[in-house]
């Protein structure tokens, strides 16, 4: 793998503040959308790895393997005991790898999360599960989620119509509904992916906590996201699976690869926002284009996903970033 240029966070008091915040951020965002266990468990394991002596990093560390320890034994659904699974497998993979390479937290993230789903594609045959069962359990579960989110938006539409009488949003929830058998089959299709990429992120959270509270680190710290990179080789990961979905009938092959590239499509997207962003901070863009950028993310979004994952696989062909910074020749 080629090395990234992440490097740990450095600067005077203005740098550590940001740090800070962006850390609280993260973590917060973390909680929200993931499973608290994805963040504790590795969090529990990097500070026992780092054996620091302050007593903050200690506390986090008990805290967190309590918080470890209860997410893992509470009792749970099929998809929720898959992805434990899958989480102490990943976190395995991931600290053998910070002990004995020199790798970024991304790459570590990636062979950890390949690690752990061989570990438990094996698990599913050698004990004789069934895909069929797990995925009728998250179906069951975003369809009940879902369900409920369009039922209260259509009843705060029937109380927001027009002087007409013309639901406003009514149109749009039907339209909703018609595609949500759809929209839950993706996902429950796409529920290996979906852990994955939580997995990943819980390490990159985790990662960014540790450097903060020990002080002294084991492994390579994680870098800023101006920064983010991953080897270029990964985008074979993205042309294979392309080329099974769109020309392989065979409905198992289809599912891995349709995971797969949902996995690297979602990295080339952080990518493209990586260059985005260093892109706005090398001009020294001020807060109204930072602005118009959250309002085009938040109003296009499937036109801002999709520009920043051209961004992502442009700056992997091309390294935008280095072009950018570069001297002119003979200046």
Known sequence: MTPSSERAPAGGLGRR??????????????????PIGLLALPLTGLIAAARPRNGPARTAGVASAAVALWWLTYPGELPEQVTRAAAVLAVAAFLVLTLMTTWTVTHRSL??????????????????????????????????????????????????????????????????????????????????????????????????????????TVGRPLGRFTSFRFTEHLGWAAVVPLVLVLFVRVSAVKLV???????????????????????????????????LAALATLFLLPVVLGSTMVLGVLDAGLDLRRRWTAPPVGG
Do not use: K
């Open 111 to 216: 062979v950890a999360a390949a690690v752990a789903a061989g570990g438990v594609a094996a698990t599913y045959g050698a004990l004789g599960w069934s895909w069929g069962r797990l995925h009728w359990w998250v179906e069951h579960r975003v369809g009940f989620a879902l369900r409920w989110m369009l039922g209260a938006l259509s009843r705060t539409a029937q109380l927001q119509t027009d002087g007409a009488g013309t639901p406003s949003a009514s149109a749009m929830l039907r339209q909703l509904d018609a595609s949500f058998d759809a929209i839950v089959r993706t996902m429950a299709d796409l529920f290996p992916a979906t852990v994955a990429l939580q997995v990943m992120l819980g390490f990159a959270v985790a990662s960014l906590l540790f450097y903060r509270l020990a002080g002294r």
């Open 257 to 291: 690869a349709s995971n797969i590239l949902a996995v690297v499509a979602t990295l080339y997207v952080v990518r493209g926002a990586a260059v985005g962003l260093f892109g706005l901070q090398l001009i020294r863009a001020g807060v109204i284009a930072y602005g």
């Open 17 to 34: 503040v940001s740090t800070t915040v962006g850390t609280v951020f993260m973590t917060v965002a973390f909680v929200v959308i993931a």
